[in-house]
């Protein structure tokens, strides 16, 4: 049978939740169908037939009719979300049960139990469109691209974004550091380590710790952790599920784990400060990322030396240009007061991060970011 949730206190965290309806007197079909749901985190309802009241198959968020059933079931209310579940591989006349009850599509088990839990999954958690996904790495050593990260998300949460983010970096000393939280409650990657199968979007996001408007999966302060490549792609695709906006601060290295983040990514941000080294050796990460992530863009940093500017360095990367990281005037002050990078709503960086989450908004998501750069201008 498919994965369950990875730990069972993530998958305990947010209790059972409302299932679908099973219409079934198949015992054995029926002990099937109730192991997938468990392993969902939900709890079905089950009838033999169609339920008396029309309701309850009316708003069910999902209906599993036994092969045994459809003959009852053809004259139910036509809905969406209806599938026919059957055991047998050879018959080939559940397609034509199938249309009679409406169904959307056939699944036969055990073969189609691993889509079968995400299918409940998702559909309990009310999963719709998952959530812009931007991964933010520096194209050299101290570009800034912590800094960015926690900003872009500060500024997507003030906005009222749903927002999560996640420390791709485990030799970056954490990022809820940069967000005055290393001492805040909550799991850490090494906690996912054990991670397999589906994790849940919605309890996912209740473990980790709640700073400034949005939720922060970090890197702890213990050595030798690792995090399989399996369980950085379960936790991430759990962290997106649930909508709203992820980000990502990745290092400038693709190893296994990092490749299963930039699978997941919708586009990266490369931040490239305007200096000729800084150029040449963005040129190596762009090359490395670019082989895993299909939209890279940059985000030019000054001050720029003679004779560049952001427009310079974006040709020189053949990449599109989000625009010119402005500087940011006593960043370092705000921060040993609490404030984050980006929690000053006036400063120069907040308005950048706005201005780009606006551009994403008004553009259709990812591919709006590449319309033109925040602040003005086309690239």
């Given amino acids: 049978m498919a994965g369950s949730n990875a730990r069972e206190g993530l998958s305990n965290a947010e209790g059972p939740r409302d299932g679908p309806l099973i219409v079934t007197e198949d015992v054995l079909l029926l002990d099937d169908l109730l192991m997938l749901c468990a392993a969902a985190g939900v709890v079905p309802e089950v009838h033999h037939g169609p339920p008396a009241q029309r309701s309850s198959w009316e708003r069910a968020p999902m209906v599993l009719v036994g092969d045994d059933a459809a003959p009852r079931c053809r004259g139910a209310a036509r809905r969406r979300g209806v599938m026919l579940v059957g055991r047998d591989q050879d018959d080939p006349d559940i397609w034509r049960r199938a249309v009679e009850i409406g169904a959307e599509c056939v699944l036969r088990l055990p073969d189609s139990e691993g889509w079968l839990v995400d299918r409940i999954a998702d559909t309990a958690e009310g999963a719709g469109r998952p959530a812009l996904t931007v991964g933010v790495m520096g194209g050299r050593g101290g570009s800034g691209a912590s800094t960015l990260a926690c900003a872009l998300a500060v500024a997507a949460a003030r906005s009222g974004r749903r927002t999560l983010l996640v420390d791709g970096d485990p030799l970056g000393g954490g990022i809820d550091v940069l967000l005055g939280g290393e001492e805040s409650e909550g799991m850490r990657w090494p906690d996912f380590a054990g991670s397999k199968g589906r994790v849940g979007g919605r309890a996912l996001e209740e473990s980790l710790p709640a700073l400034h408007g949005l939720r922060v999966l970090s890197w702890g302060r213990d050595n030798d952790v690792t995090v399989p490549p399996s369980a950085v792609q379960a936790v991430l695709a759990a962290a997106r599920r649930p909508g709203g906006v992820v980000v990502v601060d990745l290092p ?55 004779g560049l500017d952001e427009q310079w360095v974006a040709q020189a990367l053949g990449l599109p240009l989000v625009g010119d990281l402005p500087l940011e005037a006593r960043l370092s002050e705000d921060q040993d007061r609490g404030t984050p990078p980006g929690g000053n709503s006036r400063g120069s960086l907040a308005r950048f991060c706005t201005a780009f989450w606006d551009r994403a908004d008004s553009s259709a998501g990812a591919a709006g970011i590449a319309a033109g750069r925040p602040g003005g201008g086309t690239s």
């Fill in 252 to 306: 400038r290295r693709v190893d296994e784990s990092v490749a299963e983040v930039l699978a997941q990514v919708d586009v990266g941000l490369l931040i490239v400060p305007g200096e000729l080294r800084a150029v040449a050796a963005a040129k190596r990460v762009a090359s490395a990322v670019g082989a895993v992530l299909e939209d890279l863009r940059v985000v030019a940093r000054g001050p720029y030396t003679a």
